[in-house]
């Protein structure tokens, strides 16, 4: 079965970096983009970043760009999330989760549980 | 930007009773290779987001067939002909016709009566 697993978060201070990871499994992982999308605490989803499966291409929520910065690498079934200059409201549950195609995905089919990003002094 | 706007914002339903919510879309959904790209997902309290519909109303395996998704072009809706203890949750439209950046509605809560 399908599998996302989110690690990596954790409380930093505003200005720092933090790397998340979003491990896959159940599926041919390089056939396919993933998506990170986030939720602050009581509020709704906000779609934050996607990769395309072959990592050529990426794309980014103008609150995020310049930012953070997406990879992957299709020998560990990994992508991961850099992210830097953090700021109080990037404050959030992170969710990766993975496209129904290899690019240009219209759906998000599979999340993981999520993992928390605390920004705080 | 493609705003999506569900209503209501909270719906409280009594146990077997039907529920309806309707998410619109600032511009139609409909793309070029004929698809509507129009996504429902439900978020249960405490738990990550699970996909639902999809293309407006495929169901995806395991879903009750309670669960309906209908609309076209800027107007959608989800319905739950009669509503179980097990759907309290949060229901949010999402778009993937036009992106970046792929778009949520602001999610509608739904609880018993």
């Known amino acids: 079965q399908v599998q996302l697993v989110e690690s990596g978060g954790g409380v930093v201070q505003p200005g720092r970096s933090l790397r998340l990871s979003c491990g896959a499994s159940?599926?041919?992982?390089?056939?396919?983009?993933i998506h990170w999308v986030r939720q602050a605490p009581g509020k709704g989803l906000e779609w934050v970043t996607f990769?395309?499966?072959?990592?050529?291409?990426?794309y980014y929520a103008d609150s995020v760009k310049g930012r953070f910065s997406i990879s992957r690498d299709n020998s560990q079934n990994t992508v991961y999330l850099q992210m830097s200059s953090l700021r109080t409201e990037d404050t959030a549950v992170y969710y990766c989760?993975?496209?129904?195609?290899?690019?240009?995905?219209?759906?998000?089919?599979?999340w993981g549980q999520g993992t928390l990003v605390t920004v705080s002094s | 930007e493609v705003v999506m706007t569900q209503s209501p914002l909270s719906l409280p339903v009594t146990l077997g009773q039907p529920a309806s919510i309707s998410c619109r879309s600032s511009?139609?959904?409909?793309?070029?290779?004929?698809?509507?790209?129009l996504n429902w997902y439900q978020q249960r309290p405490g738990q990550s987001p699970r996909r639902l519909i999809y293309?407006?109303?495929k169901r995806d395996s395991g879903v009750p067939d309670r669960f309906s998704g209908s609309g076209s072009d800027t107007d959608f809706t989800l319905k739950i002909s009669r509503v179980e203890a097990e759907d309290v949750a949060v229901y949010y439209c999402?778009?993937?016709?036009?992106?970046?950046?792929?778009?949520f509605g602001q999610g509608t809560k739904l609880e018993i009566k």
């Open positions: 293309e407006v109303s």
């Open positions: 511009q139609s959904l409909a793309y070029r290779d004929g698809g509507t790209y």
């Open positions: 159940g599926f041919i992982f390089s056939n396919y983009a």
């Open positions: 999402m778009q993937g016709t036009h992106w970046p950046p792929y778009t």
């Open positions: 989760a993975k496209g129904t195609a290899g690019t240009y995905s219209t759906s998000l089919d599979y």
């Open positions: 990769i395309t499966h072959h990592g050529t291409n990426e």
